[in-house]
């Protein structure tokens, strides 16, 4: 990502309470400067990638192929003064349940909106299939799950959009994302599978 003129680096940790660090960079462009909120661009950084598929499975409460059912407007985050990071919840119903456990349905928090969403973490639409990954979303402390309930996934590896032909698209390119991209929802299990044994 290039960042425009007078650009700074935030760091967003225990605020965002997403138990990954976060790093928000924030620039203003030369046109529009009086206006930051619309000059405003942002990247993040995922503090946690997986070294491994059964690396990734480990660290996550479970996977399970789900459907989107709604996507609503989270808080922003206000950042600096003039400067916010919008959230979105993400509805989402179990289909396909993989490895681990996980209720019927259930909310993912994240960050960006339909128009701006931060590298490795798309927009999500209804109706929209994906293999993901996930683990609960921790307090502001860091030390217990969010009371809202809400999860995240659990690192930019670990989503994958099932296509109508019921393959896997991975949403960032990596070595572990690699290991199951391209594959069928059952091709997967089993690669997930194999990878934990293996763990």
Known sequence: MSLPRAAAVLVLAA????????????????????DPV????????WDYRPASLGDLTAES????VVEVTGVRSGEPFVVTEGFTVPTQLVDVKLVDPIEG???????????GSDTEAPQGDSPYAAG???L?????????????PNPDGTYLVTAPDGRFEVLPSGHLDAEVQSPVAA??????????EQ?????????
């Not at 409460?61 to 399970?64: C, D, E, K, V």
């Not at 456990?101 to 960050?111: D, G, Q, R, Y």
């Not at 290991?179 to 997967?188: K, S």
């Open 179 to 188: 290991e199951l991209d391209g594959e069928t929802v059952n091709d997967a």
């Open 61 to 64: 409460q479970g996977a399970a």
């Open 132 to 144: 993901l990954f996930v683990r609960r979303r921790l307090d502001p402390t860091e030390t217990k």
């Open 38 to 45: 619309a000059a405003a661009t942002f990247g993040v950084e």
């Open 15 to 34: 605020v965002v309470s997403l138990a990954v660090t976060w790093r928000i960079q924030q620039g203003f462009a030369q046109e529009g400067a009086d």
């Open 191 to 199: 690669s997930i599978d194999t990878a934990e044994a293996a763990r």
């Open 128 to 130: 929209e299939r994906y």
């Open 101 to 111: 456990s996980l209720p019927a349905t259930f909310t993912i928090f994240k960050l």
